[in-house]
């Protein structure tokens, strides 16, 4: 018999017994080599950037462990790890915050975490943690740096950037938020210009798109990752001027190439300086100065009224031979396409905009059916339904999209332009002029560039730095440590200089899955069996907020290794589900509003698997919910009604006795149904209706004669959702091994089905009675049985139906 609390269900004790057996059994390791059916079943790992867990977390966390705990009792060997992704710019401005050095708080932050982890119940396997601020891990990002500098996926350029002045570092495109950091909302992001490490993801951009379709992910998280690498099919055509310069551009549509008035050139075009006269010279570099404050991210929108210059010179337009205006705008940005654009005012709104406020030529090329060359254009039509050329020599009257092929073909032909694919994604900047990361492992030596720290030398540990707050020189904290940074050149010996920016955190989580099976591994970043054996990911389970950074970023990476030849397979999560978010009343959570829930509380006066199936219970798990303490009682009167079940019959009790089990009776054709649907909903994370099934089969059991037959299958449908309290259970019905030793319980369909049906009843289209029925009735028996009912009678009694709409075992409707 247990040892726990001898009548009531005391969740304290429950959970503090089972997780100290857990530890000791070593319940949650797992045998990584000698594994059978190899599980991986992946969870994001936290930043641990504040004081603890908050309630989304752990949110998070349990579904996926449900999920996880669910595959191990149907027989998989679940390996279920969880680490921290303890560097980078969250960790850091926490600790700015709290006026602490980051490397004395974030141990103290992980082992706050760490216990929250562990009460919370997760079946985490912790030998394999992962911390990206170890040194022994950093080390292994930084061979991932180098096997992508050796490849020519990392390179260092002189490119525009998008600067945040409260982080006071660079930030990726995807960072930058309507013209905002993500970190600090009210923060307008600017513009610099700096030499930066980026990794060349736009290599693989059409494969990262590709694949998508044959990946098993949440459709909203494949459709937001599908839009920002952004494929365009289109042209690049050729504008030549008279000083003999050749302006390329990118378009989607050249049938609208007769419609070109002008053409424009982003403010960092190379040919802007060699095109500029004399006369509009002044005005240019104004205006160029003026854009290069101006965030990458704010001028991609478009959204805001248009600004430019006329350079002076002119341009020919390939189709018409006319000679046309050379305008600069920030809204033309260098790194899509060629940095040119040709300008269709009449058939693009942003051209439409420009050349109405600098009253250029409009002209319209395409006409849908009612419209001729001369119908007016008082907005742009971009989108002309059936649309045929117009004004177009040569090209009147032939379909849009046909007319597209053939002016591209003609000016293939004639050398002044071919057909292409352009892509949305920019590289990948990973540069970070912060403290808090690991060092980027190159040595500059004037003569021999840029030089990779030798695989024997790594780490290159980051090194302790009392002034590590940043600044907006625009050069990491590291450069001030002189004695840090000179050291001799790798190939020649000459003097040299450690890079001193530090490399972007989503470098550290974009391959961490790899190194969980080989985390207690000193000599390689993954071993080759580990990873064969259990990669890719069986299942991961996250946030949507990650769906073009860490996804995609984790995406490339698993590419590039894979091209490399250290890995065998191209994509590292085939199956993703993105959770929903948790509100509290109504409300999202945040430190501002004062509704950030931290689980502690709950854990004190609840315990973990109430407050963990409260949460499962709040709503659909890919949707998120709406958090209201006063909900968390009816789950605590349910946990106790299973508690009173298991006390009533306990281990003594015959496995047949009560509930007629052997022979077919209610109770067991309920507890086949109740199986049925847990299993069907926990597969598809439909937990909340998980839950609300073993509701109902528990208030029934109530009502009959229970018995172990009868309660052992319920404990362990329980086992994922309230893993300490099935335990207690399973060992109170006469159990000496963990109920994760267990099998998850099968139904017989023939037990699942339903005898009755509620059948409805409608007279003319409305509900009039409710019938129960056996199951498969006749219509002819179904019709009279409606009919004998008083408050259908009333209705039809003298009226022959009409007409009898019948669906088999939902419905009746007697048209009279």
Not at 604 to 616: E, K, N, P, S
Request: a neutral charge; aromatic letters at 10%; proline letters at 7%.
């Amino acid at each position: 018999m247990s040892d726990a609390h001898p009548t009531g269900y005391d969740p304290q004790a429950v959970e503090r017994k089972w997780q100290a057996r857990w530890e000791e059994r070593g319940t949650h390791r797992v045998d990584l080599a000698g594994a059978r059916r190899p599980y991986f079943n992946l969870m994001m790992f936290p930043y641990p950037s504040a004081e603890g867990l908050h309630v989304g977390n752990l949110y998070a966390f349990t579904g996926a462990d449900i999920f996880g705990r669910f595959q191990r009792l149907r027989g998989h060997d679940v390996f279920e790890p969880l680490g921290f992704d303890a560097f980078g710019i969250h960790s850091e401005n926490h600790a700015l915050k709290v006026g602490l050095h980051p490397a004395e708080l974030i141990p103290r932050n992980i082992a706050t975490f760490r216990r929250q982890l562990r009460r919370a119940g997760l079946m985490v396997d912790w030998r394999y943690e992962v911390q990206t601020t170890d040194p022994a891990y950093y080390k292994w990002t930084q061979w991932v740096f180098l096997q992508l500098f050796k490849a020519g996926l990392a390179v260092r350029k002189r490119a525009a950037v998008n600067w945040c002045p409260a982080c006071k570092t660079v930030l990726a495109n995807e960072q930058v938020i309507n013209g905002f950091c993500e970190r600090h909302p009210d923060t307008k992001v600017e513009q610099r210009t700096l030499d930066q490490w980026f990794f060349t993801i736009t290599k693989y951009a059409a494969p990262l798109l590709d694949h998508l379709a044959q990946l098993d992910w949440s459709h909203s998280t494949r459709t937001l990752q599908a839009n920002w690498i952004g494929r365009s099919e289109g042209a690049e055509l050729v504008f030549g001027t008279p000083g003999g310069q050749r302006i390329t551009v990118f378009t989607t549509r050249p049938d609208t190439l007769f419609g070109a008035t002008y053409v424009v050139l982003a403010p960092e075009h190379p040919l802007v300086d060699e095109l500029v006269t004399a006369e509009c010279r002044a005005d240019v570099n104004a205006y160029r100065r003026r854009a290069a404050a101006t965030d990458l991210v704010t001028r991609r929108v478009g959204e805001k009224e248009k600004t430019g210059v006329f350079t002076g010179a002119y341009a020919r337009n390939p189709a018409t031979g006319a000679s046309i205006p050379i305008w600069i705008a920030d809204y033309v940005l260098m790194e899509y396409g060629t940095g040119a654009i040709m300008a269709v005012p009449g058939h693009d709104e942003r051209d439409f905009d420009f050349a109405t406020k600098f009253r250029l030529p409009i002209v319209r090329v395409i006409a849908g059916p009612g419209q001729d060359a001369a119908t007016p254009l008082p907005q742009a039509e971009p989108d002309v339904p059936d649309g045929r050329l117009v004004n177009s020599p040569g090209y009147d009257g032939r379909p849009w999209l046909e007319a597209k092929r053939a002016i591209t073909r003609w000016l293939e032909e004639k050398g002044l332009g071919k057909g292409v694919v352009n892509y949305r994604l920019h590289d990948w900047c990973i540069s970070r002029q912060r403290y808090w990361g690991p060092p980027i492992p190159i040595i500059h030596c004037d003569a021999c560039g840029p030089v990779a720290v030798p695989e024997q030398d790594l780490p290159v540990v980051l090194p302790k730095l009392d002034d590590y707050r940043p600044d907006d020189s625009g050069v990491s904290p590291l450069a001030r440590n002189e004695a840090w940074y000179r050291v001799p050149c790798p190939k020649c010996g000459k003097p040299a200089r450690r890079e001193t920016d530090v490399s972007d955190t989503f470098l550290d989580s974009a391959w961490y899955f790899l190194r969980y099976p080989s985390a207690d591994r000193a000599d390689v970043a993954f071993d080759p069996a580990l990873t064969a054996k259990w990669l890719p990911v069986t299942t991961y389970i996250g946030g949507n907020e990650h769906a073009v950074l860490h996804l995609m970023y984790a995406r490339f990476i698993t590419m590039a290794l894979k091209d490399l030849g250290l890995i065998a397979f191209d994509e590292p999560f085939p199956r993703f589900r993105a959770h929903g978010m948790i509100v509290k009343d109504g409300a999202k959570m945040s430190k501002s509003r004062g509704n950030v829930v931290v689980p502690d509380a709950y854990f004190d006066q609840w315990g973990a698997d109430t407050f963990r199936m409260y949460l499962m219970f709040l709503g659909p798990y890919q949707e998120g919910g709406d958090f209201r303490d006063a909900g968390i009682v009816g789950i605590r009167r349910f946990l106790d009604k299973v508690w009173a079940l298991v006390q009533k019959t306990d281990a003594k009790t015959p496995r047949g006795q009560g509930g007629q089990a052997e022979d077919g009776g209610e109770l067991l054709r309920h507890l086949h149904r109740t199986i049925q649907r847990v299993t069907a909903d926990t597969e598809a994370l439909a937990y909340n209706t998980a839950i609300a099934a073993m509701m109902e089969y528990v208030n029934a059991l109530q009502k009959g004669e229970p018995s172990r037959a009868l309660l052992e299958p319920l404990t362990v449908l329980l086992a994922p959702y309230a893993p300490h309290f099935a335990e207690e259970c399973w060992e109170r019905l006469g159990h000496s091994t963990s109920v994760m030793e267990a099998a998850w319980p099968a139904f017989d369909p023939a037990l699942a089905v339903v005898e009755q049906v509620e059948l409805v009843v409608q007279v003319n289209g409305k509900v009039r009675a409710r019938v129960a029925m056996p199951r498969g009735t006749a219509e002819a028996d179904a019709v009279a049985a409606a009919r004998a009912e008083p408050a259908v009678a009333k209705f039809t009694e003298g009226k022959p139906p009409r007409k009898v709409i019948f669906v088999p075992d939902r419905l009746v409707n007697l048209v009279v």
